[in-house]
């Protein structure tokens, strides 16, 4: 590893650097093996150069060259929520919400797998009158007709579902997974600390819950994405305080198929009004960053966002340690809500022709991250 990576970052960081060259050595060598710790990252996030040329070979070293997506389509199905997140845009009383009909959602699905989606995406609000036995019939629907991934409903939706059903969140699982459920994003993480929980979604599940869902779905054989919601009230500290509690499941379960970091939207929401300050590049590129450093070598995917970041900045994160940028999408209502600017659809042609621009070679996925 040279050490003259602080060099852009001002004389007296290079200096500095240059005179701690065991110390550096001696943390390089903690990363490798994958055991650093919260203080070691607060260290590295302080030295933007180094962390970020760590985060660019490890990045090399487990992925090479290769950036890959998914060719998917999101299906927001009903955007009729009983929570109260304070980021969200997107959720509607009953009266004023929409709820898909079956036959509105198969010809969604009809659709993607016309335009070679591998993989549907299903999340929606916490809708009053749905029960487990509903969700099943979605996931039943599609199965029976078409062959495809389902990637769908988060630990928050999990949690309601087993409060309307009057179950489990196991059994819940259980039912989901009988049903042709594939795999469940990460979503409703947000940041995992109940202090900040507590003002960004106060009814939201606490973090030991999120956590409690998301290793039982391991558990059951159902893996998931881990994400993170940065750029609101958190501190650097909090966002490495998360990417450790990820690490933690996943050096146990080893269900997590990627990480994706999610930039906070401002628009349209109340937590962007109570929230007084832009999130800049360099915010993003070192939480891409700190996740590639942290989770190595337990999670070996680091996903950009699109959608959040627009295609500019998702270009740019593959020099900081991302090596997949996600799906296609087709249709993303929740981002565009609170003001994400990106299009609602990314051809695989687009996909290939940004990763190509950046001088990588693009390859196609499936959800669980086989080449295809
Ligand atoms: S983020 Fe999801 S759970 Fe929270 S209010 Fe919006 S739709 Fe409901």
Known sequence: ??????????????????????????????????????DDALFLARHPSYLFGIADELRKAEKGDVVTYVVNRNINFTNVCVGDCKFCAFREEKEKGYLLSMDVVLSKVEEAVNNEATEICIQG????????????????????????????????????????????ELEVLKELKNAGLGSIPGTAAE?????????????????????????????LGIPSTATILYGHIESLEDRIGHIFKIRAIQKETGGFTEFVPLKFMRK????????????????????????RVILHPYCVNVQASWVKLGVMDVQQMLRFGVNDLGGTLMEESI??????????????????????????????????????
């Not at 929401?269 to 996740?291: C, K, P, Q, Y």
């Open 268 to 291: 349209n929401n109340e937590l962007g009004r109570m929230v007084n300050r832009e999130i800049s590049f360099w915010d993003s590129v070192t939480v891409h960053a700190l996740a």
């Open 191 to 219: 940041i995992l600390d109940d202090s900040i929980r507590e003002v960004i979604c106060p009814s939201k599940i606490k973090t030991g819950e999120w956590i409690e869902i998301i290793k039982t779905a391991h558990r």
């Open 125 to 168: 609000g916490l809708h009053p009158d749905l029960e487990v036995a509903d969700y099943c019939r979605i996931i039943e629907s599609i199965k029976s007709r078409f062959d495809v991934h389902i990637h769908a409903y988060s630990p928050m939706e999990i949690y309601h579902m087993a409060r309307n059903s009057d179950m489990s």
């Open 1 to 38: 590893m040279e050490n003259n990576l602080c060099s852009t970052v001002g004389q007296t960081s290079f200096i500095r650097t240059f005179e701690m060259k065991d110390d550096f050595d001696e943390l390089y060598g903690k990363v490798q093996k994958g055991e650093i710790d919260k």
């Open 335 to 372: 981002s565009k809500a609170s003001g994400s600017l990106a299009g609602e659809y990314m051809s695989p042609e687009d996909f290939e022709q940004l990763i190509t621009d950046a001088g990588r070679t693009p390859r196609r996925r499936s959800t669980l991250y086989k080449l295809l």
